[in-house]
């Protein structure tokens, strides 16, 4: 069973143009959850989405930031326009249920997003 | 401030030594606490996780405690081995959110030869 996978694992855009991240949830798991890293501190949770649903976007940037989980394929998280202050690693995240009580989100090796 | 605060932020020991982490938290009403290991360049890996009714909780040579009077929870690594050099990252999750995870920012674990 293939754990979380994200691509690209490394991206590299200049600034004002889009960036496209991936994410394929293991196997089994319909929930998906994006995580935003930026340099020296703590992940911060950004969107949660189930199959063709958004639960949960109050961590998501109201503009130029958007995130689907569509019924077949990849969850994609999608920031228009970049700007230098988006560069952070993105994780994605996965788990079969909702995450309530101990159920365990499984993350991806994340995407390193760099804005030139 | 952070509603997760670890301490120390970054620690060296010899090889085979023990040591211990620890996390504060203010996150309320508290639902359940984590403790993920991240090597550099890779995603969070769980290692333990315990409600507020749990005091402890052992995962190999990792064991994690919680005094959820106090807010507080330490990770102790017995035997410590070169790979477990990481960071080691606490996480709370809060009641009635359970899609929403706070974070530390971790505590960085060097061990050398």
């Not at chain 1, 991206?11 to 930026?38: D, F, I, T």
């Not at chain 2, 023990?18 to 606490?33: D, E, G, H, K, R």
């Not at chain 2, 081995?81 to 990252?89: E, K, N």
Request: hydrophobic share 30%; net charge positive.
């Amino acid at each position: 069973n293939a754990g979380v996978m994200q691509n690209p694992r490394h991206l590299v855009r200049r600034r004002g143009q889009e960036a496209r991240l991936r994410c394929s949830p293991m196997k089994g798991h319909s929930h998906v959850y994006w995580y935003r890293q930026l340099p020296e501190e703590g992940l911060k949770f950004m969107v949660y989405l189930q199959k063709e649903n958004i639960i949960d976007e109050s961590g998501m940037p109201k503009e130029r930031f958007s995130a689907e989980f569509p019924k077949e394929g990849p969850s994609i998280l999608r920031i228009q326009q970049v700007v230098r202050g988006d560069s952070a690693a993105y994780f994605c995240a996965s788990s079969p249920l909702d995450d309530v009580g101990t159920d365990t989100q499984y993350f991806g090796p994340g995407t390193r997003l760099t804005v030139l | 401030k952070n509603q997760v605060e670890q301490s120390p932020q970054s620690l060296i020991i010899l090889e085979g030594k023990n040591c211990t982490l620890q996390c504060n938290y203010t996150v309320s009403p508290f639902s359940n606490l984590r403790w993920y290991k991240q090597d550099t360049g890779r995603g969070p890996v769980s290692l333990t996780i315990m409600t507020f009714s749990e005091n402890t909780k052992s995962n190999g040579r990792y064991t994690a405690t919680l005094d959820a009077d106090t807010k507080q929870s330490s990770l102790h690594i017995t035997a410590s081995q070169l790979s477990d050099s990481a960071s080691y990252i606490c996480v709370v999750s809060l009641t009635g959110t359970a899609s929403k995870l706070t974070f530390g920012t971790g505590t960085r674990l060097q061990v050398t030869l």
